[in-house]
C-alpha cells in the first residue's frame, strides 16, 4: 500500500477506460467523416476537368458527359430562390425586431419559424409539388422548385438575420434616435449595416442548404438534363440540380464510365459546400470582430 | 511548532512573466497563514501551487520546490489528485455544482469511493456541521444549491471540501464577494477550523488577516516582503513598505 | 435613399408630389377595372380555344364541350365568379377610398384585388378535372396580359397610396407584408398538409391506415405500420450508435484535446454538416451496402440495401450535428464547476463525466432531439441504400421509411393514392412536430435553469 504518501501514480482503471473511450470515439468520427472525403474526393477529382464542366450531358451519346446544364440549374435555382427569400426572410426579420411590439404575438412567430425549420425537406416537396406544380401549373419547373426552396430556407434566413439584428446595441440605435434620424433611416443606416456580415452570413447558409438540396427539388424543379434553350425560357423548363444529376446517375449507373461521372458530381458537390462554408465562417469571422 | 508546508526558492512564469520570484516559506501544521497584498502581487498565484491547480493554466512553468509533509509535490511521482485531495481548497466566488445540497456534499466521498448511504449521510452531516451551515439546510438537502445565499453558498463549498477530509484548506479571498454578516460567519468558523486542519487564506482585507491568522505573509511584486506572527506583523512591522501598505498609504 | 423622411414638414412640394401618387394610383386601378373586360384568360380543350373576359367569367353559364361521343357544359366554379367580380369591386372600391382621403384602406382593397387573380387561377383547377374526367387529355389554361395586369397593378397601386403617407409608413408597410408573406407561407405548408393528408386516413380509416401491415397501391391497401416501424427502428438505431460516439468526440473537442488539434478538427465538423445528403447516400451506396453484403456472417442473407445500411448512413449523418450542439453546450459550462471538481481530488475525466456532462444535460438533450430530427426527416441518401420495399422491419431486409415512401411513388400517384401519400406525410409531419416542439420546451428550460 502506498498510504498516504503523495509519490506512487494510483492505478485508476476506470479513468484510463473512460479516457481509452473519448480517444476512440473521436478517432471514429474523424476516420470515418474523413474517410467520406477523401473516398468522394480521391474517386472523383481525376474525373473533374474543364470538359467535364463545360460540356452538356446527354444519356445516349458518349461525347456529351459533363455537367455544364446541372450547374447552370443549379445557379438558377440558387439564384432565383434567393432572389425571393433573401428580401422577404430579412424584412420579416426586420419587422420582428425593429418594429413589431415585442410580446406574445412575436413569440408565437419565433416559436413557429423555430419549430418550423426542422420540418423535413421531403414535405416541402409534397407541399410545392402540388402547390406549385398543379394549382399553379407551373409543371415541374425551375420556378416551382425555386418557389418551393423560398420556403424551405425562409425559418432559417429568417433566425439568422433576427439573430445578427438583435446582437446591434440597442446604443446605437438611441444615439442615431437622439440625433432626429427617422426609424427607417435608423434601421437602413445604422441597424443594418452593423448587422450585415450576419445578413450575408444568413445568405450563405441559404446557399449552401439549397445547393444540397434534393428532396425538395426531386419533384418541384424535376430531372431533364437538356441544356438552356433562353435565359427565361429556362426558368419555365424542368431541369435537374447537381445534387439531383448525382442522384439520377448513381441510381442509374452500371458500367464503370457511368460511376465516374456521380464521382466527379460528388466531388463538385463537396468543393462547392466547402467554398460556401469558408466563404460563411470568414464573414461571421468579421461579424464576431465587429 | 511544526512545518506542515515548505517552500523553497520557487519560482513561477506565466509564459515571459514572472509572476512568482524566489519565494521560500515555511507554513506552520494547525495554524492558520494569511497572504495579503495589493492586487497582482502572486498571493493567489502563490497559493494555487499549492495544490497544483495552476497545471490548467497554459503556458505555465514552475521551478523550485514545495514539500508537503516532506514530499515535493512537483516531483514526477507525485499524484496530484491524491494531492488535490489532500489540499482542499475554496473559490474567490462561491461555486457550487448545479446539484442539490446533498450531492454537492457527497461529490467528494463519492469519486473517492465511498458508495454506501448510511457513510454519506454521516459525512454530509459532519461536514455542514463542521461548516457551520447544517442548522440552516438540513430540511432542504434535497433542493438545489443555486437556490442558497451567496454566503450559505460559500460555506457550503467548505462543508463540500471539508468533506474528503483533507489536512490543508487554501481559501483564496473566500469572504470578498459577500456580505459583513456573512463574513463573520465565516471568519468564526474558520476559528473552530484550525484546530484540524493548516488553513491558509489569501485575503485583500487586511484586518481580516490581523483578526483571524496567526502568522501572515505580504506580497508585493511577486515577491514575498515580510513573513512573521500576525501580532508582529501589525504592531511592529520590519519592512518600511509593509508598513506604509498596512497604514493604508500605499497604491 | 434619398426619399423624403421627414414627412411631418407638409411642404407645397410635398403636397404637389403626394397628388401625382395619388394620381397615378387611381390611373393605374381604372386600367384594372376596365382589363375586366378585355380577354382574360385562355382555356383550350381539345384544340378548341376559347378567350373569356373577366366579365364573361363571372356572368356565363360554362363551356359547352364536345369530347369523344358525349358533350357536357363545363360550370365555372362559384369561387372563380366570386373572385373575379370581388376583384373588380375591390379596385373601384380602392379608387373612392383613396379620393376620401384613407390611403390606408385603400391600399389594402388594392391588394385584395390584386391577389384575385391567383384566386381565379386556383379555383379554375375544378374545369380542368370536369373537362379531363369527358376524356379530353389536352387541356391547358393559359392567363391573358390583363390577368397579369390585374395583380401587378393591385400592388402597384397598393404601394402608391401607402406611400402617400410618407416613406417611413411605406417602409414599415412593406416589411408588415413581406412578415406577413413569409409567416403566412410557412403556416399555410402548416395547414395544408393537414388538409391535403386527413381525407385519405378518413377514407382508408385512421386504424387500418396506421396499423395495417401492407401498402400495395395497386391493390389499395394503404397500411404503413411498416413504414412507421421502418422510420422508428431507422432512427433509433442511428441514435443508439450516433449519440455515443457524438458525446465522446464533443468531449474530446471541448475538454480533453489539444486545443490545437481541436482547432483541426472543429471545422472539418463542421463542414461535414454542410454536405448535401445525396452525397451521404452515394458514399452508402458504394461503400456500406457492398460492406454489409460480402461480411461472411451476412453473406447469403441480404443484398446489402437494408436497415442496417440506413442506420449507419443515418448515423454518420447526425454525428455532425449532435458534435457541435453537445460541443457549445460543454464549452457554456463554467469553468469554476470544473475546478471546483478537480480541487476536490476528482481526476480530469471523472470531472467530465460526472460534472460537465450533467452541467451541460440540457443543451446536450436538445442535439440529440435535433439529430432525431435529422434522422426522421431523411429521405435520399435512405432511399439510396435502404432498398425501398414496404417490409416489416428487419436488420438485414430492405426496408420502406416513411420519407421514402413518400419520395418513391410521389411521382406516379393519382387519387386515393396520391391521398395516402400525403397522410404519410401527415405522420411524419406529427413525428417531427412532437420531436421539434419537446426540443424548443427542453432547450427554453436549459435557459431558465441557467438564468437562476
Same mark, same amino acid.
Given at each position: ?290 | ?39 497582482? &502581487?502572486?498571493?493567489?498565484? &502563490? ?205 | ?43 383550350? =380543350? ?43 369591386? $375591390? ?8 379620393? $376620401?382621403?384613407?390611403?390606408? $384602406? ?40 390583363? =390577368? ?39 403556416? =399555410? ?105 460480402? $461480411? ?157
Amino acid at each position: 500500500m502506498l498510504g498516504n504518501s503523495l509519490y506512487g501514480k494510483r492505478k485508476r482503471p476506470a479513468d484510463a477506460a473512460l479516457k481509452f473511450l473519448i480517444n476512440a470515439a473521436a478517432a471514429l468520427t474523424v476516420t470515418v467523416l474523413a474517410g467520406i472525403l477523401l473516398y468522394i474526393l480521391v474517386n472523383g477529382l481525376p474525373y473533374v476537368s474543364w470538359t467535364f464542366l463545360s460540356t452538356a450531358y446527354s444519356e445516349t451519346d458518349e461525347s456529351l458527359k459533363g455537367i455544364l446544364p446541372m450547374l447552370i440549374n443549379t445557379m438558377y435555382i440558387v439564384g432565383i430562390t434567393l432572389l425571393i427569400s433573401a428580401p422577404i426572410g430579412i424584412s420579416t426579420a426586420i419587422y420582428l425586431t425593429q418594429y413589431a411590439k415585442q410580446g406574445r404575438f412575436v413569440k408565437a412567430i419565433r416559436f413557429t419559424t423555430e419549430v418550423l425549420s426542422g420540418i423535413p425537406s421531403i414535405l416541402f416537396g409534397l407541399f410545392g409539388y402540388t402547390v406549385f406544380c398543379i394549382l399553379f401549373r407551373l409543371q415541374t419547373s425551375i420556378l416551382a422548385g425555386c418557389l418551393t426552396m423560398s420556403i424551405t430556407v425562409l425559418p432559417t434566413i429568417i433566425r439568422t438575420t433576427e439573430e445578427a439584428l438583435l446582437s446591434v446595441p440597442d446604443a446605437y440605435k438611441e444615439g442615431a434616435m437622439a440625433l432626429g434620424a427617422g426609424k427607417l433611416r435608423v434601421v437602413m443606416g445604422m441597424v443594418l449595416p452593423c448587422a450585415l456580415p450576419g445578413v450575408l452570413t444568413a445568405v450563405i447558409l441559404a446557399m449552401g442548404r439549397i445547393v444540397g438540396e434534393s428532396a425538395a427539388l426531386l419533384f418541384t424543379s424535376g430531372l431533364s438534363y437538356n441544356m438552356p434553350r433562353g435565359f427565361f425560357r429556362q426558368i419555365f423548363a424542368s431541369g435537374r440540380t447537381l445534387t439531383l444529376h448525382l442522384y439520377q446517375t448513381a441510381r442509374e449507373a452500371s458500367s464503370p464510365d457511368a460511376m465516374h461521372i456521380a464521382f466527379a458530381t460528388a466531388a463538385v458537390l463537396l468543393i462547392l459546400v466547402f467554398l460556401l462554408n469558408r466563404i460563411a465562417e470568414l464573414f461571421s469571422r468579421a461579424l464576431r470582430k465587429g | 511548532m511544526e512545518s506542515k508546508i515548505v517552500i523553497e526558492d520557487l519560482n513561477l512564469y506565466y509564459g515571459d512573466f514572472q509572476a512568482l520570484k524566489g519565494i521560500s516559506m515555511e507554513i506552520p501544521k494547525n495554524r492558520i497563514t494569511a497572504f495579503i497584498g495589493p492586487s497582482g &502581487c502572486g498571493k493567489s498565484t &502563490c497559493l494555487k501551487t499549492l495544490n497544483r491547480m495552476n497545471d490548467l493554466v497554459e503556458n505555465c512553468k514552475i521551478t523550485g520546490t514545495v514539500k508537503i509533509d516532506g514530499e515535493d509535490i512537483y516531483d514526477p511521482r507525485t499524484d496530484v489528485t491524491l494531492l488535490r485531495k489532500r489540499a482542499g481548497m475554496v473559490f474567490q466566488k462561491p461555486n457550487p455544482f448545479p446539484m442539490s445540497l446533498y450531492d454537492n456534499i457527497a461529490y467528494g466521498p463519492r469519486i473517492h469511493g465511498i458508495k454506501s448511504k448510511q457513510a454519506l449521510d454521516e459525512i454530509v452531516e459532519k461536514s455542514l456541521r463542521s461548516a457551520a451551515l447544517w442548522d440552516e439546510v438540513k430540511d432542504r438537502l434535497k433542493k438545489s444549491a443555486l437556490g442558497l445565499s451567496g454566503g450559505q453558498q460559500q460555506r457550503l463549498c467548505i462543508a463540500r471540501a471539508l468533506a474528503v477530509e483533507p489536512d490543508i484548506l487554501l481559501m483564496d479571498e473566500p469572504t470578498s464577494a459577500l456580505d459583513p454578516v456573512s463574513t463573520l460567519k465565516i471568519e468564526d468558523l474558520m476559528d473552530d477550523l484550525r484546530e484540524k486542519y493548516t488553513v491558509i487564506i489569501v485575503t485583500h482585507n487586511m484586518q481580516q488577516a490581523a483578526r483571524i491568522a496567526d502568522r501572515t505573509a505580504f506580497f508585493l511584486l511577486g515577491q514575498i516582503v515580510e513573513y512573521t506572527d500576525t501580532l508582529t506583523m501589525f504592531n511592529n512591522p520590519k519592512d518600511e513598505r509593509t508598513e506604509r501598505y498596512i497604514t493604508g498609504r500605499f497604491g | 435613399m434619398s426619399m423624403v423622411f421627414n414627412s411631418m414638414k407638409n411642404t407645397r412640394k410635398d403636397r404637389k408630389k403626394n397628388r401625382v401618387k395619388k394620381g397615378m394610383a387611381v390611373a393605374l386601378s381604372l386600367g384594372s377595372v376596365f382589363s375586366f373586360f378585355l380577354p382574360y384568360m385562355q382555356f383550350v =380543350f381539345k384544340d378548341t380555344t376559347y378567350l373569356v373576359s373577366g366579365f364573361q367569367l363571372a356572368t356565363a353559364k360554362g363551356f359547352r364541350v364536345h369530347g369523344s361521343g358525349l358533350s357536357a357544359v363545363v360550370t365555372i366554379p362559384v369561387l372563380a365568379r366570386a373572385a373575379v367580380i370581388s376583384g373588380m369591386l $375591390f379596385a373601384a372600391a380602392g379608387i373612392i377610398l383613396l379620393i $376620401f382621403r384613407k390611403p390606408v $384602406f385603400a391600399a389594402i382593397a388594392y391588394a385584395l384585388s390584386g391577389i384575385t387573380p391567383l384566386l381565379v387561377l386556383i379555383s379554375t383547377t375544378s374545369i380542368q378535372t370536369a373537362v379531363t374526367q369527358l376524356n379530353i387529355s389536352k387541356v391547358s389554361i393559359y392567363c391573358l396580359w390583363p =390577368f397579369l395586369y390585374v395583380l401587378a397593378g393591385g400592388i402597384a397601386c397598393a404601394v402608391l397610396s401607402v406611400w402617400t403617407q410618407g416613406a417611413e409608413k411605406l417602409a414599415e408597410s412593406i416589411f408588415l407584408v413581406f412578415s406577413c408573406v413569409s409567416i403566412g407561407s410557412v403556416a =399555410f405548408i402548416t395547414v395544408y398538409i393537414f388538409a391535403a393528408g386527413s381525407p385519405a386516413i378518413a377514407q382508408i380509416g385512421l386504424g387500418q391506415f396506421l396499423f395495417g401491415r401492407e401498402w400495395n397501391a395497386e391493390a389499395g391497401a394503404f397500411g404503413i405500420l411498416p413504414l412507421i416501424l421502418s422510420s422508428v427502428a431507422g432512427t433509433a438505431g442511428a441514435v443508439l450508435l450516433g449519440v455515443p460516439v457524438g458525446i465522446l468526440t464533443a468531449v474530446f473537442l471541448a475538454e480533453t484535446a489539444k486545443p490545437q488539434l481541436a482547432r483541426l478538427v472543429h471545422p472539418a465538423i463542421e463542414l461535414l454538416a454542410g454536405i448535401p445528403s445525396v452525397v451521404y447516400g452515394f458514399f452508402g451506396m458504394q461503400v456500406i451496402v457492398p460492406a454489409i453484403r460480402s $461480411f461472411p456472417p451476412f453473406q447469403n442473407h441480404t443484398i446489402g440495401d437494408s436497415l442496417l445500411a440506413a442506420i449507419l448512413i443515418l448515423a454518420i449523418m447526425v454525428l455532425p450535428t449532435i458534435v457541435s450542439v453537445t460541443e457549445t453546450s460543454l464549452k457554456a459550462v463554467p469553468q469554476a464547476y470544473r475546478e471546483a471538481s478537480l480541487a476536490l481530488g476528482a481526476t480530469p475525466v471523472i470531472t467530465i463525466f460526472k460534472v460537465s456532462i450533467p452541467a451541460a444535460r440540457s443543451g446536450i438533450l436538445a442535439g440529440v432531439i435535433l439529430g432525431v430530427g435529422r434522422a426522421i426527416g431523411e429521405t435520399m441518401a435512405v432511399i439510396m441504400v435502404a432498398g425501398n420495399v414496404a417490409n416489416m422491419p428487419t436488420l438485414l431486409g430492405t426496408v420502406r421509411l416513411l420519407t421514402t415512401g413518400i419520395a418513391m411513388e410521389m411521382s406516379y400517384a393519382s387519387g386515393l393514392h396520391r391521398q395516402a401519400l400525403f397522410a404519410i406525410g401527415l405522420v411524419l409531419f406529427l413525428f417531427i412536430m412532437i420531436v421539434n416542439i419537446s426540443f424548443t420546451f427542453i432547450s427554453r428550460r436549459g435557459v431558465r435553469m441557467d438564468a437562476r
